[in-house]
């Protein structure tokens, strides 16, 4: 079954389906920080069977005062989230995963760059 999520103030929709032939290009590429809040630390750390402490340690950096999931660099200008499983391409805390994650490609950023969000994902329509 098909599903076409839109939001509002978006000229372009997101065809959910997409996701399974795409390969990850939203959780691959350039580096940058994929923003994690306490509460979404506190899930992140219960999914993984781990203690707040153990979840930062291993997976997390600190950004000023906000924290980040770390990323794996593939090459010398690709990068993938250390969430992200390569064999089977696919995001491996899907269900606790973060809003960030959640909300793409639905982001404000993209309002002002949507050729951008058109070469990244190939599940994303005009309207």
Same mark, same amino acid.
């Given at each position: 079954?098909?599903?076409? $999520? ?6 372009? !929709?997101? %065809? ?13 590429? %350039? !580096?940058?920080?994929? =923003?994690?809040?306490? !509460?979404? @630390?506190? /899930?992140?750390?219960?999914? &993984?069977? &781990? *203690? &707040?402490?153990? $979840? @930062? ?5 600190? /950004? ?5 999931? /770390?990323?794996?660099? &593939? ?10 499983? $390569? ?7 899907? %269900?606790? @995963?973060?809003?960030?994650? @959640?909300?793409?490609?639905? =982001? ?8 951008? /969000? ?7 329509? *005009? $309207?």
């Amino acid at each position: 079954m098909i599903n076409i $999520l839109k939001q509002e103030g978006f000229n372009y !929709s997101f %065809e959910t389906t997409g996701c399974e032939a795409c390969g990850g290009k939203c959780c691959i590429g %350039e !580096s940058g920080y994929i =923003w994690i809040n306490q !509460s979404e @630390r506190e /899930v992140l750390a219960k999914h &993984l069977n &781990l *203690s &707040l402490d153990e $979840l @930062r340690e291993k997976h997390l950096k600190k /950004v000023s005062y906000k924290y980040s999931i /770390v990323e794996k660099q &593939l090459d010398e200008n690709n990068y993938a989230c250390t969430f992200f499983d $390569l064999e089977k391409k696919q995001c491996s805390i899907y %269900e606790a @995963r973060p809003i960030q994650c @959640r909300t793409f490609p639905f =982001w404000d950023y993209f309002k002002n760059n949507e050729k951008e /969000v058109f070469d990244e994902c190939p599940s994303i329509k *005009s $309207l």
